[in-house]
């Protein structure tokens, strides 16, 4: 077993305490099982949506306050993500990893925020960008003093409606950082907006993973919920809850 994997999982948006509270315990289980040490992963505002009448989550005080209590109840380490620069500094009061979404990989006052906060900064990889493309970003993090930094492989467009995995990517970032996440979950998103959702089909998220397994991923991400399709963001491509045991004990064996 591999035990220097790294693990990230948890719901799109914080729904609910009572969701959190689910998906937590189960990572601990899995994590006491398996010896894991799965990162708890869930946003406190999806300020991308499609709509602008998509649900956005609890916003940035409420939400950390209950990932906050995640984190002291569970003892799970914490990621989420970040849109603005002014939300590092009280995400880093709570968060073990800040995430830099794929549309703003580029934003030079975001990666510098982040990496002051001194936690470690996980940059997913822009839609528009190959793998080689990511050492700028992660020069823009270290440079501002970041002492570990993540890439997250997501995909890349292909036409308006969809995205292609090339997985040469995760061989090109592991020369820039020694870290690669496969996100496999927002990587078989359909981004087309039908109905003014972004869609997806999650029976292809083992087959990414596994995948990125062959290609030397040393992280996995996920996206998870227990009734994926009564989720309030990124229905269509979360991995249903009770799948996620399964599917780590393939990629640590």
Known sequence: MNNNLKFIAGPCVIESAELLDTVARTLVDINRRLGTNIIFKASFDKAN????????GPGIDKGLQMLGDIKSKYGLQILTDIHEAWQAEPTGQVADVIQIP???????????????????VNIKKAQFLGGRDMKYPVEKAKDAGAKEVWLTERGNMMGYGNLVVDFRNISDM??????????CTHSVQRPDAKGGKTGGDRRFVPSMALAAKAFGATG????????PDQG????????????LEDLVKKLIS
């Open 102 to 120: 794929a549309f703003l990989c580029r934003q030079t006052d975001l990666l510098v925020a982040a990496a002051k906060t001194g936690k470690t």
């Open 174 to 183: 592991l020369e820039i950082v020694p870290t690669v996440v496969m996100d």
């Open 220 to 227: 996995y991400f996920f996206e998870v919920h227990p009734t």
């Open 232 to 243: 309030l963001s990124d229905a269509a491509n979360m991995l249903e809850l009770n799948k």
């Open 49 to 56: 949506r499609t709509s602008i009448n998509s649900f956005r």
